[in-house]
């Protein structure tokens, strides 16, 4: 895809991934509708780039505001790239989180994306070549302790990714699915920042990660997992669950401890 001609929809445009797919596009030269509940974060960009940037504040968990969406991407003459980067996280055991965390996390991570994707779908089956970006994490493909509610929504995330793709493809529209590792953003609450301090965990900036969403989009890619070694412990997961599940053991009461800290939800607007 040439990105001087894509036409975008981005969702969590203000958050810290986000925010950094949205500068690189404008860069590009792209036309981006940004997606977010707060404009507050995008007033620079928006400035910088008047008439590439576009902001519709919106709550992608309700049908009027996916609607708004909608209407504004069809204003825009044609879409033909849609980036679902809202999300939100909890780092917290299961027994910590109330019911309505765990139903915000399902709404925002896995049922937003898929409604919005179907609504827009029509405006992108409309253009010569199209993709959907779904934005997940690691954690869609390896199950971690103090994730597990977090963890079914992105491993929800990928398989969507998955069948969606073969469900077009007999069409022209792409189906890449995004698995950042850590990444330094706002996402982390400080009990997520002190367990990553303490394992050494990597932990890439947003600009790194846009800049390989794009590469990814630009090359029309399936798949891009981000950092090594974690891509070495996806596919060790897959063939080797066992002992995945030996080492992470160790790392319980590290991760019990941690997950008792306050103030450890963070949102992804």
Aim: hydrophobic residues 45%; aromatic residues 6%.
């Amino acid at each position: 895809m040439r990105l001087s001609e894509a036409r975008v929809v981005l969702t969590g445009a203000s958050g810290g991934i986000g925010l950094a797919i949205a500068t690189a596009l404008c860069a590009s030269g792209a036309k981006v509708l940004a997606v977010a509940r707060h404009r507050e974060p995008l007033a620079p960009l928006l400035e910088r780039y008047p008439q590439q940037l576009s902001w519709v504040g919106a709550d992608l968990t309700f049908l009027a505001d996916r609607r708004k969406v909608l209407a504004a991407a069809d204003a825009m003459s044609g879409l033909n790239l849609l980036i679902n980067a809202a999300g939100i996280n909890h780092f917290a055991m299961l027994e910590q989180l109330e019911d309505s965390d765990v139903n915000a996390m399902l709404a925002v991570n896995i049922s937003a994306p898929i409604c919005l994707t179907k609504l827009l779908l029509p405006l992108l089956k409309q253009a010569q070549s199209a993709m959907v970006v779904n934005v997940g994490s690691t954690y869609g493909s390896i199950g971690y302790p103090g994730y597990a509610s977090y963890c079914a929504s992105k491993f929800a995330l990928r398989g969507f990714s998955e069948a969606l793709r073969r469900e077009l493809a007999d069409t022209r529209v792409g189906v890449l699915y995004v698995a950042p590792r850590a990444t330094r953003t706002s996402m982390n609450s400080a009990a997520a920042q002190a367990l990553n301090d303490a394992l050494k965990a990597n932990v890439d900036d947003p600009q790194t990660v846009a800049s390989a969403v794009i590469h990814a989009i630009a090359g029309e890619h399936r798949d891009l997992y981000l950092g090594w070694p974690e891509r070495f412990f996806v596919r060790l997961n897959s063939l080797l669950p066992n002992l995945v599940d030996r080492g992470l053991r160790k790392q319980l009461p590290l991760i019990r401890r941690l997950s008792q800290k306050p103030d450890n939800e963070n949102l992804k607007p």
